[in-house]
């Protein structure tokens, strides 16, 4: 871990001054890093230029007995999937690998064990966080992209909430010029109908395990998150770290991710608020509420499902008690899109 921490230092120290003389505008940036996952993720795949052979053994309800045979390094727990029945291709949304969490587009390196995790497992937990990581990191790419150019936003690390807690959070940090606006409730709106349209076209989360310098040269830009690759670098057992990508947007996370955007539902963005001064400035909460696809309500429905009913319930009592006072709402780009409607 303290070889790790040095490498890190050194390798961040050399790209602060090349970062500080390039400024590029948001966009450039998203298109950047992109490129960079890119350039990462082809030299990972190149590293299997053979087809090699693995067999996955299955298991799960109706799967007893079921063997694949499957290409090393390049199937993934999706591509068994499909190899299965539409259910599981649309209702799996992460994996055990021999034991482990694996992202359902991460490739099988090995002759495995494999199990899908729906929604609907009898056991569903592990899926649950993932799927609150995932609505927590969806917000944040939301944020990142709703503000006009002039306008800086910094990511700050996604908080890891419990399900139990009621909503999913994301903090960041906003151009100093923007340290007395609050958002009106139009502006929630807003970023909500920016949630489901990236909901709706169904992106998939891609990820990639990535060495310290090639995370710290991909968020050369940030010192905040040149400190978070540091961090989780210096934490992780192999030293690696965990680059997600959707879209354009490229993000750490803690922890696994679901297989993509569309799994989310009935999704919506609640509260964006200070809660006072951090490291790197005014630093802002912004909270959202989500249910999985397959376990969406009707609204004003009568439901019997004690769990069902319970989760309808935290969506709604809590938007109806976050006032938001309105203001001017020029910082924040004109929204004039066709609204996605909820699922």
């Known amino acids: 871990a303290m070889a790790c921490r040095k490498v890190c230092q050194m390798v961040q120290r050399r790209l602060a001054s090349s970062a500080a ?3 590029l ?3 450039e940036l998203r298109s950047w890093r992109s490129a960079l996952f890119s350039k990462e993720q082809n030299r990972q795949r190149s590293l299997y230029p053979r087809i090699e052979k693995i067999e996955v053994a299955m298991q799960g309800p109706g799967l007893q007995g079921t063997r694949l ?3 090393k390094g390049v199937s993934t727990p999706h591509s068994c999937a499909k190899h299965l029945t539409e259910w599981h291709v649309s209702s799996a949304a992460l994996a055990l690998v021999d034991g482990e969490l694996w992202h359902l587009h991460r490739p099988l390196t090995r002759s495995c064990i494999l199990r899908l995790l729906t929604f609907k497992d009898v056991d569903p937990q592990l899926v649950n966080q993932a799927f609150w990581r995932s609505c927590a990191s969806l917000l944040g790419q939301v944020l990142d992209d709703a503000f006009k150019e002039e306008y800086s ?6 908080l890891e909430v419990p399900v139990s807690a009621g909503a999913f959070c994301c903090d960041l940090v906003l151009d100093p010029r923007l340290d007395s606006w609050s958002p009106s409730e ?3 709106r807003s970023l909500t109908r920016d949630a489901q349209q990236l909901i709706h076209k169904d992106l998939p989360w891609e990820p990639l395990e990535v060495a310290p310098p090639v995370a710290l040269e991909i968020f050369s830009h940030s010192r905040c998150k040149q400190e978070e690759v540091e961090e989780i670098a210096a934490h992780s057992p192999n030293g690696v770290v965990s680059l997600y990508r959707c879209g354009q947007h490229v993000m750490l996370s803690g922890g696994p991710l679901v297989a993509r955007t569309g799994l989310c539902c009935q999704y919506e963005v609640t509260a964006l608020h200070a809660v006072g001064e951090g490291q790197w400035g005014l630093q802002r909460r912004a ?6 696809v397959n376990l969406t309500v009707m609204r004003n429905s009568v439901l019997s499902n004690s769990r069902c009913h319970n989760l309808c319930f ?13 203001v001017d709402q020029d910082c924040l780009l004109d929204q004039n899109c066709v609204s996605v409607s909820m699922c």
Do not use: D, H, I, T
């Not at 936003?153 to 996604?158: I, K």
């Not at 008690?321 to 309105?326: I, T």
């Open 21 to 23: 003389a390039e400024r």
């Open 25 to 27: 505008s948001a966009a």
């Open 69 to 71: 045979v499957m290409n």
């Open 153 to 158: 936003v910094e990511l700050l690390n996604v």
């Open 186 to 188: 139009e502006n929630l």
């Open 287 to 292: 909270q959202g509420l989500s249910l999985p």
């Open 314 to 326: 935290v969506l709604f009592s809590l938007k109806e008690f976050c006032f938001m006072q309105y």
